[in-house]
C-alpha cells in the first residue's frame, strides 16, 4: 500500500530518525501499525504536504523469482516516499525463527504487533544484509514492513530460516564471508609502519597479510615478486630514489591466477621525513559550526595541525608513495594541466606495466577526439523568455520556490533551467555558493560514465555486448562467467558495492573481480543489484583498449572538448564526479542534441539511441528492469496524481526524461520532448526536498508554452 509521503528533515523525529514518512504512522486511523491486518479492500485517506487529500488502497504485488518486491517498479520510479507491506506468515509450531533482510532504503519491521528491526540507513539492496530473530505462533502471523525510498532504487527482501535451513546457511555464509575477505586480502610488509616507503639497499619482504586466509580459499602457492622502476625496467635492487612499482603473481591450485601490484617510493638518502614539520594550509571546510572569519584566525593553528596530518597520510598510505613519486618525475618544462596529476600519472605507469606483464598484443585504433562539424548544434547560452519558449511570470515565481526551498532546508545550491539552449534561469542560493562552486554529484558519475563509454561505442572500438575478457585477458570469452560491457552498465554483472577492493586504484581489481567470478560470489545476468563496480571495470575495458588512464579520457575526451571547466573526477566511476550544475547541463544539452555540442561531434545519434533504458528482460529472462548505459528514466510522478483531476501514470516532464538519481540529491532531468533540460547541485537533500524540487519542476512545467 503506497506511495505515502517521505520526506527528510534535519531535526530529528520521536523515532529517532530524520523522515516523516518513517516516523509517522500513516495507518492510525485504521488501527496502527502495531494492529493492522491489510486487505485488499483496505483504503486509507491522508492528507500530503500541498493539502490535498489522497487515498491508497492495498493491492497484492508479486516478488520477482529470487524474492525480492520491487516497490520502485511499482510505483514507476518516484522518489523520497513510503510504502507498506504486508503478509501472514504460517509456522507449523510455536519456534524461533531467524531472519535475513535487505531494503533499499531505510525500514520498519512488526511480527505479530511487535516492532521486532528498524534501520534508517540510506542503500542499495543487498540480499541477506540484516539478520534479526523472534517467535513464531503456530498457525498465522502477521507481518508488517515498512519501507522508505530516499533515492534511487526502492525494495526489500525478507527470507525466514527455520533452525535447521538456518544452520545450513551459516555454514555457506562463513565460506563466502571467507572469499570476500580474501579479494580483500592485501599485500603487506612486517619489518617498517612505513607499508609504502623504502631506503636505498635491498627491496622489501612482501607477504599477504593473512597467508591462512589466502591458504584456506585459494589453495597453498608460491606468491612471485618483481620489481620494476620507473621506466618499467626490471631491476633486482633499489639504485636510485624515486618511484618502484611491484607485481606479485600466484598460480592458485584452484585453476586461477592472482595478480597484486601497486607502487612505492625509495627515499633519498639523508631524509628524515618523520622529523618534517609541514604546514597546510586549506580553504575553510563547509562546517556549519566554523564560520569564515573564525577559520581564517585561527588559520596558522590549523595548518599546522593539518600539516601534520598530510605528513602520516604522506609516510603510511600508497598515495603518499604515488604523490612523492609524481613530485620526483615532474618536468620543469611543462606547465601543469588538468591531465597531469599523480592519480593519472601513477595509473597509466600501471597500465603501460600491465601490458608488458602480459605481454598484451591487442593493438586498437586510437580513440579520435570530439570532431569539429559544419553545422555547429545548439549551445548552452543565456537568453530571453520568448526564445526558450517560455511564459512570463517565472522568473519571481522561482526566485521565490527556490529561497523558500533553502530557508527551509538550509542547503545551499544552484539551480540552471534551459529549453531549446536557452539557459532561462540560473542562481545560486545559500552561503558560499556561486556558479563556479563544485558539489558532489555521487551516481550521476555512473551516467557521465554511460557518456564517455559511448565514444569507444561509436567508433566500433568496443561493442556493448562485447565480453570483458575480449579486453582483459583474466576474463573468459564465453561461459557462465563471461561478463559483458551491457552487465557492468545494466548492474546486471553480479557485482555489489562501490569503490570494494581498492577501486581503480587498485592496478589489478580486474583480477581481483575475476578471481570472485572463479570463486562463485558473482553470476552475471542473475539478477539486478545497483553497485558501481561494473562501471569499474568498464573503465578499465576503456584503458586498455585507449592505452590511457580513464580519468584522463574523461578530461581529453569528454570534459574539456565540452568546455566543463568546474568538472573533476579521479576516483570512481561510480559516485565521485565534483561538478556544478551549469557543466551538469552542459551534459544534458549535448544529451538533447543526440551526441552533438557546438561545433563537435562526440557519438552519432544512432550511439545515442543504443544508451537509453531498454527492457533487461531482452537480454537477461527474468531480470524486469528498464536501464540503460548509466541512463535511467526520470518520470517525476505529479503531485496531483490520484487526487481524480489527474491521471494515475501522470509525470510533471514528458515520460521520455531521462537521466540519473543521486545520494546528494543532485538533479539532471532531460527532457527530449519539450527540449528541455534542468540540473540542481547540492550537497545534500535536507528538508521536504521532494516537496520543494515538485514545486520547482512543477513550476518550470506549468510555463512551458
Request: aromatic share 12%; net charge neutral; with cysteine.
Amino acid at each position: 500500500m503506497g506511495p505515502f509521503p517521505a520526506n527528510p528533515v534535519d531535526t530529528i523525529l520521536p523515532d529517532g530518525s530524520r523522515n516523516t514518512g518513517y516516523q509517522q504512522d500513516y495507518l492510525e486511523k485504521i488501527g496502527g501499525e502495531e494492529n493492522i491486518v491489510i486487505a485488499d479492500t483496505t483504503i486509507v485517506n491522508f492528507q500530503n504536504e500541498q493539502g490535498h487529500q489522497l487515498s491508497r488502497k492495498a493491492e497484492f504485488i508479486q516478488s520477482k523469482k529470487n524474492g525480492i518486491i520491487d516497490l520502485d517498479k511499482r510505483f514507476n520510479k518516484i522518489d523520497h516516499c513510503m510504502s507498506y507491506a504486508f503478509c501472514y506468515i504460517q509456522s507449523r509450531k510455536d519456534q524461533k525463527v531467524n531472519f535475513l533482510f535487505g531494503s533499499d532504503d531505510g525500514a520498519k519491521i512488526w511480527i505479530n504487533g511487535n516492532l521486532i528491526y528498524r534501520n534508517y540507513d540510506g542503500r542499495s539492496l543487498v540480499l541477506r544484509q540484516d539478520h534479526f530473530s523472534t517467535s513464531l505462533k503456530k498457525g498465522l502471523n502477521r507481518v508488517l514492513i515498512k519501507v522508505v525510498d530516499l533515492v534511487g532504487d526502492w525494495g526489500f527482501i525478507l527470507e525466514p530460516f527455520d533452525s535447521a535451513a538456518w544452520s545450513e546457511y551459516q555454514i555457506s555464509k562463513k565460506l563466502e564471508e571467507d572469499k570476500t575477505d580474501f579479494l580483500n586480502c592485501k599485500i603487506k610488509r612486517d619489518d617498517n609502519y612505513w607499508n609504502y616507503l623504502f631506503t636505498l639497499g635491498e627491496f622489501l619482504d612482501l607477504e599477504w597479510e593473512a597467508p591462512y586466509l589466502v591458504k584456506k580459499v585459494a589453495g597453498d602457492f608460491l606468491l612471485k615478486i618483481k620489481w620494476y622502476d620507473k621506466n618499467l625496467k626490471q631491476v633486482e635492487k633499489p639504485v636510485e630514489p624515486g618511484r618502484y612499482g611491484y607485481y606479485i603473481e600466484g598460480q592458485s591450485p584452484r585453476g586461477f591466477t592472482i595478480r597484486r601490484g601497486g607502487t612505492m617510493y625509495c627515499l633519498p638518502s639523508g631524509w628524515l621525513a618523520w622529523s618534517e614539520r609541514p604546514k597546510a594550509y586549506l580553504s575553510p571546510l563547509p562546517l556549519k559550526t566554523v564560520s569564515d572569519s573564525i577559520w581564517h584566525k585561527y588559520e596558522d593553528i590549523i595548518a599546522q595541525s593539518a600539516g601534520r596530518v598530510v605528513l602520516l597520510s604522506i609516510l603510511q598510505q600508497e598515495e603518499g608513495a604515488v604523490l612523492l613519486s609524481y613530485l620526483d618525475e615532474i618536468n620543469e618544462d611543462e606547465e601543469p594541466s588538468r591531465i597531469n596529476t599523480p592519480i593519472i600519472q601513477d595509473h597509466e605507469y600501471h597500465l603501460a606495466l600491465k601490458k608488458k606483464i602480459l605481454d598484451y598484443q591487442n593493438t586498437f585504433p586510437a580513440l579520435d577526439k570530439p570532431e569539429e562539424i559544419a553545422k555547429p548544434a545548439k549551445r548552452l547560452s543565456p537568453g530571453s523568455l520568448e526564445k526558450a519558449d517560455v511564459k512570463k511570470g517565472i522568473i519571481a515565481k522561482l526566485d521565490t520556490a527556490c529561497q523558500s526551498w533553502y530557508s527551509e532546508s538550509g542547503e545551499p545550491f544552484e539551480i540552471v533551467a534551459a529549453r531549446h539552449g536557452v539557459i532561462f534561469y540560473d542562481q545560486a542560493f545559500g552561503k558560499n555558493v556561486n556558479r563556479q562552486t563544485k558539489m558532489p554529484m555521487a551516481s550521476l558519475t555512473k551516467f557521465i560514465t554511460g557518456v564517455m563509454f559511448a565514444q569507444f561505442v561509436d567508433q566500433g572500438l568496443i561493442n556493448i555486448d562485447d565480453p570483458v575478457g575480449k579486453f582483459l585477458p583474466d576474463f573468459p570469452r564465453q561461459g557462465k562467467n563471461a561478463v559483458t560491457l551491457r552487465h557492468c552498465f545494466t548492474h546486471t554483472a553480479g557485482l555489489y558495492g562501490h569503490e570494494e577492493y581498492g577501486g581503480l586504484h587498485n592496478p589489478w581489481l580486474e583480477n581481483v573481480i575475476a578471481n570472485g567470478y572463479e570463486l562463485g560470489l558473482f553470476q552475471p545476468g542473475k539478477k539486478h543489484n545497483y553497485t558501481g563496480m561494473g562501471y569499474d571495470l568498464a573503465g578499465r575495458v576503456m584503458e586498455m583498449v585507449s592505452d590511457k588512464s580513464i580519468f584522463r579520457l574523461f578530461q581529453e575526451n569528454f570534459f574539456l572538448p565540452l568546455g566543463l571547466d568546474n568538472t573533476i573526477l579521479e576516483e570512481d566511476l561510480g559516485f565521485s564526479c565534483n561538478s556544478t550544475a551549469r557543466d551538469m547541463a552542459t551534459v544534458g544539452q549535448l544529451m538533447l542534441n543526440k551526441g552533438k555540442y557546438g561545433n563537435k561531434i562526440f557519438f552519432s545519434e544512432s550511439t545515442f539511441r543504443k544508451l537509453l533504458p531498454k527492457n533487461l528482460n531482452q537480454y537477461y529472462p527474468g531480470i524486469d528492469e528498464q536501464w540503460g548505459i548509466g541512463i535511467t528514466w526520470m518520470r517525476d510522478t505529479h503531485p496531483e496524481t490520484g487526487t481524480g483531476r489527474i491521471p494515475a501514470d501522470s509525470t510533471i516532464f514528458s515520460k521520455r526524461t531521462f537521466g540519473h538519481g543521486s545520494a546528494t540529491s543532485a538533479v539532471l532531468r532531460i527532457d527530449p520532448q519539450n527540449d528541455l533540460v534542468l540540473a540542481i547541485n547540492r550537497r545534500y537533500a535536507g528538508e521536504n526536498y521532494q516537496k520543494h524540487l515538485k514545486n520547482v519542476e512543477m513550476i518550470i512545467a506549468n510555463h512551458l508554452k
